[in-house]
Structure formats: C-alpha cells, structure tokens
C-alpha cells in the first residue's frame, strides 16, 4: 500500500475513535420569547372628508321702514336679545291713530242701521233691499278700519323672529323711507354652515350625516352638527356639490361670516382596528403575527390581513382576522412564524407601553412587590 495512502487511512481512524470517545451535544432550545399583545376588537370608525366653510345665521333679516315717517321711538339697545313680536321702532302715527278712530266710528254707526233694519224688515216695515243696502254699508266701514289700522300697525316694526338686533342705525326723529335700513336681525342660536364637496362622493353624503368643524378663532374647541340638506345641482366648472350643515350655537360662540374647517364622516360602520404596531408590511402584502391561545407554550402564526382606513396609531383590517384573537402588538421583530413566546402584558389601549413595561418591571421585582405588601 502506498505510505500516502496509508497515513490518510490511519487519520480518517484516529478522527473516528476521537468522535466516538467526545459525542457531539445537541444546542439547548431558545427560551419562548417575551411580547406584548392585543385582543382584536372592534370600534366605531368612519371615512373622514375635510373641506372648508362659512358660517350663516340660522335666520337673518334687515330690519326696514315700510312707509315714509318720523321715528317716534327706539325701542332697543345694540345687541340686545329679543323675541319674536317685540316692537323695535315705533314710527309718527298721530294721524292714522285719528283715522282709526273715524273708521271706528263709521263701522260702529253702519253696524247700528244695519240691526235696526233688520228688525224692521222682520216686522215688515222696511223692504229686503234696504237691509241689504244696509249691510253693504257695514262691509265696506269695516273694510276701511282694516285698512287704517293695518297702516297704522305698519308704523311699527317688529321682530319677525327671536334672536339678537345688530347696531341701530337711526335715532329718534330722523326721517326715513321705504327700505331705509334700520338695523339687523339674526337668529344665532344655529348656525348654517355651507360648504363643498367633490361630487363623487355624493353618494355617501346624506342627511344626518355627522361633522366636526373648528376655526382657527378657537383652536381649542370643536363644535359637532349635521348635514340638513343638500343642493340639487352639481356646478359643471368645479364638479362639486354645496352641502349644508347646522351647528348648534346656545353660547353664541360662533358669528356669521367665520370660515371653518371641517371633518365630514361618512360611511359610520363597526369595524377591526389594530395597532399599526402590530402590522408587518412586505412588499405588496401585509401580516400580523396571532398568538395560539391554545398551544402551550404560545406558538406564533402568521396571517396575511387586508386593510382599510387608517385612523390614529390604528388602522382598519377588512379581511384576515378575527374578534377575540391576540395579536402581537410590541415584539414583532423579535420574533418569527412558528416561534414559541410568552406574553407580558395584554395592551387593552388605556395605557401607554411606557407604563405597560413599568408594570411589568414592578411585578417582577420581588424587592419592589414586598416593599409594596408591605
């Protein structure tokens, strides 16, 4: 045999013997590996439409003369609240006050001959045409005192509704004339605010639905109404449709003419929001990493989910998952499809995952728990 040979065959047996001597001991089973997770749930969502709107009165109207006159009297304060019949201004009626009386009169004395004829023709001392002359008498005096006294009412001016008078702008004495301006009137309890939406989205606007406005003149607030009604055409230039929306307004907070933005929300459903910590994107597709609940130690499994809207820190999943299901919400890139993990905490959203972790920390400690039995 060959002396190369032979060394090679005397190796590869000391090699042998050595292995056989010194098994070869299998690597220890990595520890399951600690998460946090979430039980899937559902919650109420919506598609959210932003645009922009002005703010209108629920009610408002100019305040005018009707007839040429003096003013008499004003009968209320810039600003002031008043209700619906109050008088405002009153206009000189000393003239048509003494026309009223006459009419008064003139029916009262023509009511008086038609009676006494009356009983005259049911003794058939006066003939029928007489009475019926009589009676015509009586119509037309109690015309002419309707007509005096509705211009004597035209002297004054009333509110039409209730709500809140602007700046007066006449005083007592001054001369006005028809469609003299004399103040304004708005019903500001409501406020109609008017705003466009692209047309497309017509369908999914109805009335009802519920909006959110704020304006940069309360940063702070946000004021909640709803779609009343909806314009009837669409503006071929633009494609949009005006929608109109009522925002109650008890404090007057809001004032007519202000632009508000505004969060319009369509399509209301129940619908599967997770964490958008707990999505695992890759390439075109996205996972979630589902605890077995059963299996013990926990094993993970992979699930592919579709998803929708996202809202914040959440998103909607469509299709993939189910209620009552645990997700991995914190840990996902510590673990894998298959693997073994243990769960920390249950993440049920009322705490951060600062304050999770802490928790979890003071349990663990021993010294920390006594210190607090103690």
Known sequence: ?????????????????????HPVQAAPALPPTPVIVEEVGRQAIADTLEALGTLHANEAVAITAKVADTISAVRFQDGQAVSRGDVLVEQT?????????????????????????????????????????RRQTWRTAS?????????????????P???????????????VSPGDVITTLVDDSKMKLDFTIPSIYLDTVTVGTRIEATTPVFQDRQFTGAVTSIDSTVDPATR???????????DRTLVPG?????????????AIVVSEEAIIPRGAKTFVLVVDQAEQPHRVI????????????RVEVLAGLAVGEWIISHGTLKVRD?????????????????????????????LTTNQADS
């Not at 009169?105 to 009983?119: I, P």
């Not at 015309?143 to 001016?157: F, G, I, M, W």
């Not at 992979?302 to 820190?313: F, I, M, N, S």
Request: charged share 25%; aromatic share 4%; proline share 4%.
């Open 1 to 21: 045999m060959p002396l190369n040979r032979y060394l090679t065959t005397v190796w590869i047996s000391l090699l042998a013997s050595i292995a056989s001597s």
């Open 93 to 133: 009626d000393a003239e048509e006050a003494a026309l009223l009386q006459e009419a008064q009169s003139l029916a009262e004395e023509a009511k008086r001959q038609f009676d006494r004829f009356k009983s005259l023709v049911a003794q058939g001392s006066a003939s029928q045409s007489a009475l019926d002359e």
């Open 143 to 159: 015309a002419r005192e309707e007509a005096v006294r509705s211009r004597l009412k035209d002297r004054l001016l009333t509110a």
């Open 161 to 175: 509704f209730s709500g809140h008078v602007g700046l007066r702008r006449i005083s007592p004495g001054a001369l």
């Open 240 to 250: 949009s449709i005006t929608v109109r929306a009522l925002l109650p307004n008890p």
């Open 258 to 270: 202000m632009l508000m933005t505004l969060e319009l929300k369509r399509n209301p459903r129940q």
């Open 302 to 313: 992979q699930k592919e989910v579709a998803l929708g809207r996202r809202v914040t820190g």
């Open 338 to 366: 298959g693997a073994a993990v243990t769960i920390q905490a249950i993440d049920d959203g009322s705490r951060s995952i600062t304050e999770i972790i802490r928790a979890k920390s003071t349990a663990d400690d021993p």
